[in-house]
């Protein structure tokens, strides 16, 4: 079975609205963190989308062919790697800063820990 260009980015498109709407109606930190992973992969998936060409092979010089044509931009390839490493930085940091809200707190209800806050404010 072969994707075309359009029902990727269809899918990247229907991925990218569960991880909103994850990440903007769930109380809890962790699921949070979640739906902002797969809004992730989904940028992942449309940017790949995005860069292949049917019938192109990779920038990677064979038999002297160096007509452009013949190969992909490799742009997107690049910024997808790059934002998978980012991606996994700030994943770690905000499950870093998850794990010492839990402590103080004892929830990852992220209601709970904002009145846990106003009423020591108070």
Partial sequence: M??????????AIVLFSIGLVNLLLQPNLIKKIIGLNIMDTA????????GYIEGRVAPIVENGILDQEHYIN??????????????VSVSALMLALTV?????????????????????EE
């Fill in 43 to 50: 940028i992942y998936l449309f940017l790949a989308a995005k």
């Fill in 74 to 87: 490799p742009v997107p390839a690049g910024l997808v790697l790059t934002g998978i490493v980012v991606s």
């Fill in 100 to 120: 010492r809200l839990y402590q103080r707190y004892h929830t990852l209800n992220l209601d709970e820990i904002s009145a846990k806050i106003r009423d020591k």
């Fill in 2 to 11: 072969t994707f075309t260009n359009n029902s990727c980015e269809a899918v």
